[in-house]
């Protein structure tokens, strides 16, 4: 009996530590979203929080204050005194509170509290952040400014050109390799083997230059087919790894009987090993499109910085640089950028949480 509780302290002990984590990260996550939808103005002038339900101070009565009012001597508004700083600031009186409406005018709004529940939101920040054409932003002094949209869209076309093959071809050949390691016998096999896990330690950045100047002498600098074949190879290592430790563990006597059924290699793999190995695939498949999807430093070698093929991260890095105060484009690139991933992960999540083998042995 003491032990079962100690056991439920110790789960509920966790699942505390777990909540309180999962709040810390989705907290800031949910104030990027919020932002994203938020006008300019707003989010220069108050925090994402006050889109909920919140006490707000809202105009009321306005008095004027005599034209000779000394602003440098304490300033007397309803029989009270006052100094100019706390009129700019704000300062509470009674229920509500005073502050300058016009300084040079010598007018004091009376401001009321009230509850706030409409926020104002708008998908303009996507539409400009998408568009490359020119849009007209309201200042949040009132005044109004044009500006020209960052024409993310290209990008996101671009990333997702690259992103796709890149995934798909290293995952289809780290299959067969896997396949072959785990269940062919042919000379060098193991040597082999080994000389790709130890590929796993050797840093990108090692291997960027002499890939560069033979893509160079070959003409695939800053094609589509010369980021494709950098991302499968700089991919093929961990994902052959990930596959032959799924592979190698599949039941021996399924391939024994395909043999004795006369099935070949191929019939073997396309019939047996791939299904069976779906879980696998989606999960590092998941892996690989995350990092093709958020790569920078591979896709400026070997594509450019150019923008007809500039992917998400070089465009989003831009933006930092040369708009970096424009938090409405920011946070709505942002998300933009995260639409595909989580589109890719929530499709494939099924395969996470079903037996890898579920099903596969019956009778």
Not at 9 to 27: A, E, H, P, S
Not at 217 to 246: E, K, R
Request: with cysteine.
């Amino acid at each position: 009996m003491v032990g079962k509780k100690k056991r439920k302290g110790g789960k509920t002990l966790v699942n505390i530590v777990l909540g309180v984590i999962c709040f810390l990260w989705l907290l800031p996550t949910l104030g990027l979203f919020i932002s994203s939808f938020r006008p300019a103005a707003d989010i220069l002038q108050t925090g994402w929080w006050k889109v909920f339900p919140h006490q707000e101070w809202t105009a009321g009565e306005t008095l004027q204050l005599s034209k000779d009012v000394d602003l440098r001597e304490p300033i007397e508004v309803n029989g009270k005194t006052y100094s100019d700083d706390e009129l700019k600031a704000g300062v509470k009186a009674d229920d509500s509170r005073l502050i300058w409406e016009n300084r040079r005018a010598r007018t004091v709004n009376v401001q009321e509290q009230g509850w706030e529940t409409v926020p104002e939101l708008t998908l303009d920040n996507y539409n400009n952040v998408l568009s490359g054409k020119e849009y007209t932003l309201k200042e949040a002094d009132g005044s109004e400014t044009k500006q020209k949209g960052t024409g993310l869209s290209q990008a996101f076309w671009n990333t997702l050109t690259i992103a796709v093959p890149a995934t798909v071809i290293p995952v289809l050949i780290a299959s067969f390799a896997a396949y072959a390691f785990a269940w062919l016998r042919f000379p060098g096999r193991k040597t082999l083997f080994v000389i790709i896990i130890a590929m796993l330690v050797i840093p990108i950045q090692v291997a960027l230059i002499p890939v560069l100047k033979d893509y160079t002498a070959l003409g695939l600098n800053g094609s589509y087919l010369g980021i494709w074949l950098a991302h499968t190879a700089f991919g093929l290592p961990l994902v052959t790894y990930f596959m032959y430790n799924f592979i190698s563990q599949l039941p021996k006597d399924l391939f024994e009987s395909a043999f004795i059924d006369g099935a070949s290699h191929f019939t073997i793999f396309s019939r047996l090993i791939l299904p069976l190995s779906v879980p696998a695939l989606a999960s590092i498949g998941i892996f690989q499109f995350l990092w093709v999807w958020n790569d920078y430093l591979v896709s400026l070698i070997f594509i450019g910085n150019q923008p007809s093929v500039q992917v998400m991260s070089m465009k989003i890095a831009d933006l930092v640089g040369s708009r970096g105060n424009d938090w409405h484009l920011l946070t709505s690139a942002a998300f933009i950028s995260m639409l595909m991933p989580l589109a890719i992960f929530f499709l494939l999540q099924k395969y996470f949480v079903r037996g890898l083998m579920g099903g596969s042995v019956k009778g």
